[in-house]
Every structure is written in structure tokens, then in C-alpha cells.
């Protein structure tokens, strides 16, 4: 009978079947130019008598015997540059990237001019990230400065001033995913096994100048398909930026580009710790150590995210900003006075039902969306005031708790 | 998963294909090409821990011995003979690689460290503990998944009785289950 195990043998195993009959023809091919040996001493010999005895015996089949040497070398630098070079610029750029363990990054998106983020990368030898730096940039990602190892996340936000420490189940795969995606050396392979299994089509242009570099373009089949542009350095066979485009009403948008800089250059570990960037007073959180939210024991997810709502507000309304930030997650009690204090909360008037979200969270795929009506204290009269609803879900790293920031 | 070969392969229709093919009928090296690849890269990937590079360690494997046929003295073990080439090319690999010297102690601390909840990287973390098991172990579980139900076949790649085959297989599977488990309860 077959077992569970089994079952995840036969899947891990089944790797090693793949592309069989692809690397049997590659090894057949090569096999060609290495007969077994005694036959191919035979076979060699035998060719030699055949040439000097037939071809060689006059003049007239000298100038033919030269004429097709002439006509093979002209018609291989015409078909062969071609083809051949193509498979190679793909195959050394796999190749190449294999050695890859430092990488610095940049992303361009096409919403704006300006660097959209900048990524230091570190690879173990299997090429996934074993430490990455990102830099966002304040329209993309609020400029939160994100450093990221297996056992920990850290997000520093100068503008907020605060740094949240974390060890998440869903956020290091994640992370790991986003990482695969953007590597170059899993994006060449992946576009090239797309290519074995016939999803994309692949052009290349391998300039004749060593100083212009290879442009190979990947494209996707379908309504739906997006085309993806990578230029490689002739020099090194290491790919230097990844430009994709969507196919939207016939044509192929600019969506964005990763450029890759600073190969294999060692990057300081400093660059990984944000220990000499955090400035005093900045307020430190650390999910591992610091209870944040509200526990959610027994309570269904909804309930959860009710219970949040209202012990918030209700800090709110008793003026307690320790508990309410404490409750929300948001790091500092004084920031809470400064925005929630001036609303004045004296009452609740109604916490409503909680619903998903519109757009799923891929982080938090159970948060809950509260709308909440107030009494607030305006100009000396007592107003309800409908809040902005709120999002709550569970505290990263600690996910058996509840808040919302 | 899609076996390559089934029950009906046996060592002495290895020693004809060996035999056919030394007298130059490339199509029957082809056949054990495909009776063994997958064996072969998964035994590369134990040494490597790294498909494409398994992948073309294992086309160098078939090519140093189709170039050596007519020096295999017991053509009816080219499984074994096969295997033998394998690790001997991998360990020249892992002398000119340096770096890659610590990639098994590598492999494992990064099993521990990176917890993978999806199916995806279960299967992966499953193929790296696979890495991890004692030589004879690894052998005896490739052997089974990858060469179908023929025992013999397999037995005779690791120079075991059929009982003693069992046992090693058992004790695999054991250490795997153990393995996996010990990684489930870390997850949690």
C-alpha cells in the first residue's frame, strides 16, 4: 500500500526523470564525435583510403573536393553563427550565474521615474538568499528600510521612527518567493525551461562587437502573456537587467526593470544589520519578545478582530495610549495621542460585522475589515463620527495575536 | 510518478545492450541511458545539492563511460560500474570546487533554518534530507524510486542480498521518517 511517504518520495524523485529526453539527445549528439574506439580507428581509416584513393586521384576531383570545403565553411559561418551562438549566450548565462553569491539591485517601475527600490542580496551555495537589504522608496514602500535573514525580519521606518523586529511563517517564505523572483540566475533558467516546455519563445541577438551585450527576448503565449528582455554582458554572460511588458490590447506595456550591478562583489555585513542606522529614541518593537495585540485564544477570527476594535477604542475613550498601543501595535503611545487623541472618542455607538477585505491580503490572508461609528467631542458638542474602517489581522511573527498596525 | 523502466529490466539485458553497443549500435546506449540517467543525477545531486550542476555530471558520467565500454570487464554489472564513475566524477567536482566542499553541511543547516510550508518546498527539503542519510541508505531509497520494481536490479547496484536490500531500504525510511518528523515538530 502506498504511503504518504511514498507519495512525497515519488514527487521528490520525480525531478531527476525530467527533461530526460532532452539531455539524451544533447549526450547523443556529443557521443557523435566519440565513436567507440576500435570502431572508430576502423571506421577512421577506412575514410582516409576512401578520400585518397577516390577524391584525390585527379585534378578534376581536387578543385571539386576544394569547392565543397569552400561551400561547407561559407554555409556553416551562415546556419551555424546563428544557432549555435544562441544556445550557447543562454547556456553560459546559466552557467555563469551559478557562482553567483552577492548581488546589488535595482527596480524601476514604470509608474515612476525614480528607483522604486534597491536590494542587496547574499546567496548560499544553492542560490537561495541568505541575507537581503531593501531600500524602498517613499512612494513605493513609505522609505522603510527592510533587512531580512532566516531567522528574523527587521523594518526600520525613519519617518515613523520606529523598528519592529520579527520572525514570521509567512513572511520568510515570502520573502524566499519575491527573492527566487528577482534572482537572475533562477529567472535565466526558469525563462529557458519555459522555452524546453514550449510556453515562451525565444529570441537572441548576440551582437559581433564584444562590447555591446546579448539581448535575449522571452515571450509568452496567450492573451495574457508578458514579454520579458534581458540584456547580457558578452564579457561575462552575466545578465545586467530584466525589462518585462505586459501584452494589453495587442501590444506589449513597459511594466518595469530589474538592473543588476555589483556581481559577486562582497557586500559588508554591516549593510545587514541595522544596528549602527537606528538612532535614539526610536521605538523598538520585537514581536519574538513583546506581546502585541490582543491573544486570540478560542475566539473565532471575526470575534477576534471585534475584540480588538473595541478594547482599542475603548483605551481610547479612558485616554490610556499605553494600552491602545499596545493593543493596535502602532509603536509609540505618543503618536497615538497626537492622532487618536485629538479625535476625542467618548462613545461607541457601533462596532460593525467584520468582512474580508476586497483584495486579499497575501500576508494576512484572514483580515477582517471593521466599520465603526463614534460619539467624538467637536467644538463642544458630542458628533458620531464614522472611523475609517479598520484592518485587523494577525501581528507578524506572532500570529496566535491580534491587531492592527 | 512515471517510472522509466519496469519490472521485466534485468542485469543480463544490460550485459546485451553493453554487448550491442560495443559493436556500435549507439541506439542501445541510448536504452541505458534511460535505465540509468535518473539514478545517476540523484546520486550527483547527494554529492552537489544542486540539480543543473547533477544534471551535467551526469552527462559527463555517461560520456566517460561510453568512451571506457570496452574496458567493463562484467558487462552485466554497468550499474554498479556506472555508479562507481559517478562518484568518483563528483569528488574530482567537489576538489576543483572549493567553495562547494561545504555545501552538504550547508544544505542541512539550511533544512533547519528555513521552515516551508508550502508542498513545493516540502518535496525540496525532503530531496535535502534524502542528502543527508548514510551513503548506503541513499542508495538503496534512489535505487527503489528510481528503478522501478526490479529488486534485483537495485540489489545488485548496491551488492546485497535481497533480505539485506530490505533491511538497509527499512532503515532508510526510518531515518527519513525521523528526519522529516524531528523538522515538522521545529516548524510548529
Redesign the interface.
Known amino acids: 500500500m502506498k504511503t504518504s ?1 511514498d507519495n ?10 525530467q ?2 529526453d532532452r ?2 539527445q ?3 549528439d ?2 557523435s564525435h ?6 572508430q580507428i576502423s571506421r577512421a581509416t577506412y575514410v582516409l583510403q576512401f578520400m585518397r584513393s577516390t577524391i584525390l586521384r585527379n585534378g578534376a576531383t581536387k578543385i571539386i573536393a576544394a569547392a565543397v570545403i569552400i561551400m561547407a565553411v561559407v554555409l556553416s559561418i551562415i546556419f551555424m553563427d546563428k544557432s549555435v551562438t544562441n544556445v550557447y549566450a543562454i547556456e553560459q548565462t ?1 552557467k555563469a550565474n ?1 557562482t553567483m553569491r552577492y548581488l546589488h539591485l535595482r527596480y524601476y517601475d514604470s509608474s515612476h521615474d525614480d528607483i522604486a527600490k534597491e536590494c542587496w542580496l547574499e546567496f ?5 538568499a541568505k541575507n537581503v537589504r531593501i531600500n524602498w522608496s517613499e512612494w513605493m514602500g513609505g522609505g522603510e528600510i527592510v533587512v531580512w535573514d ?2 528574523k525580519t527587521k523594518i526600520l521606518n525613519k519617518k515613523q521612527n520606529f523598528l519592529i523586529t520579527f520572525n514570521d ?1 509567512i513572511y ?2 515570502r520573502m ?1 518567493t519575491m527573492t527566487n523572483r528577482e534572482n537572475p540566475r533562477l529567472a535565466v ?1 526558469r525563462l529557458y525551461g519555459r522555452q524546453a516546455k514550449g510556453e515562451v519563445e525565444m529570441e537572441i541577438e548576440r551582437p559581433r562587437s564584444k562590447s555591446e551585450p546579448i539581448i535575449v527576448t522571452a515571450t509568452g503565449f496567450g492573451d495574457d502573456a508578458k514579454r520579458f528582455i534581458l540584456t547580457v554582458n558578452q564579457a561575462t554572460n552575466l545578465v545586467t537587467s530584466l525589462k518585462w511588458y505586459q501584452l494589453e490590447n495587442g501590444e506589449y506595456k513597459y511594466q518595469g526593470v530589474m538592473e543588476y550591478r555589483d556581481y559577486n562583489v562582497p557586500i559588508d555585513s554591516k549593510m545587514f544589520s541595522l544596528d549602527e542606522e537606528v538612532s535614539g529614541g526610536l521605538k523598538v518593537i520585537d514581536t519574538r519578545i513583546q506581546d502585541i495585540g490582543l491573544a486570540q485564544g478560542n475566539l473565532s477570527d471575526e470575534e477576534i478582530a471585534a475584540k480588538v476594535v473595541r478594547e482599542f477604542l475603548e483605551a481610547l475613550i479612558d485616554k490610556d495610549y499605553i494600552k491602545a498601543a499596545q493593543i493596535s501595535g502602532i509603536p509609540s503611545p505618543g503618536k497615538i495621542e497626537q492622532g487618536w487623541g485629538k479625535l476625542k472618542v467618548v462613545r461607541i455607538v457601533s462596532i460593525g460585522e467584520p468582512t474580508q477585505p476586497e483584495e486579499p491580503s497575501m500576508l494576512f490572508p484572514n483580515m477582517q475589515r471593521i466599520l465603526c461609528t463614534v460619539e467624538i467631542e467637536k467644538d463642544g458638542n458630542e458628533v458620531q463620527q464614522q472611523l475609517k474602517s479598520f484592518k485587523i489581522r494577525p501581528v507578524l511573527g506572532r500570529r496566535e495575536r491580534w491587531g492592527f498596525n | ?2 517510472k ?1 523502466e519496469g519490472p521485466e529490466l534485468t542485469m543480463s539485458s544490460d550485459k546485451m545492450l553493453v554487448r550491442t ?2 559493436t ?1 549500435d ?1 541506439a542501445a ?2 536504452k541505458l ?2 535505465r540509468y ?3 545517476i ?2 546520486v550527483c ?1 547527494d554529492m552537489t ?7 551535467d555530471l ?2 559527463d558520467v ?2 566517460r563511460a ?2 571506457n ?2 574496458r567493463l570487464r562484467y558487462p552485466d554489472r554497468f550499474g554498479k560500474w556506472l555508479v562507481g564513475i559517478a562518484r568518483l566524477r563528483c569528488r574530482e567536482w567537489l576538489r576543483r570546487n572549493v ?2 566542499h ?2 552538504r553541511v ?2 542541512s543547516e ?1 533544512q533547519i ?6 508542498d513545493d ?4 527539503l ?2 535535502k534530507m ?1 542528502a543527508t542519510l548514510p551513503d548506503k541508505e541513499r542508495l538503496a ?2 535505487t527503489f ?2 528503478q522501478g520494481s526490479s529488486v534485483d536490479n537495485a540489489r545488485e547496484i548496491m551488492d546485497l542480498s535481497r533480505s539485506g536490500y530490505y533491511r538497509v531500504l527499512d532503515r532508510a ?1 526510518k531515518h ?2 525521523q528526519l ?1 518528523q524531528r523538522e515538522q515538530e521545529f ?1 510548529r
Open positions: 511517504l512525497d518520495m515519488n514527487q521528490a524523485y520525480e525531478v531527476f526523470t527533461d530526460n539531455l539524451r544533447k549526450l547523443m556529443s557521443l566519440f565513436p567507440v574506439q576500435h570502431k546559466i551559478r548560499d551555495p544553492n542560490g537561495q532566516r531567522n511563517e520568510t517564505p524566499l533558467e | 510518478m512515471a522509466l553497443v560495443l556500435g549507439k546506449y541510448e541511458y534511460d540517467a535518473p539514478l543525477r540523484a545531486y545539492g544542486n540539480l543543473a550542476d547533477a544534471q551526469a552527462q555517461f560520456m561510453y568512451k565500454l570496452d567553495q562547494l561545504n555545501k550547508e544544505i539550511t533554518a528555513v521552515p516551508d510550508p508550502t518546498d516540502r518535496i525540496g525532503l530531496r534524502i531509497l534512489h524510486y528510481l525510511r527519513l521518517k522529516m516548524v
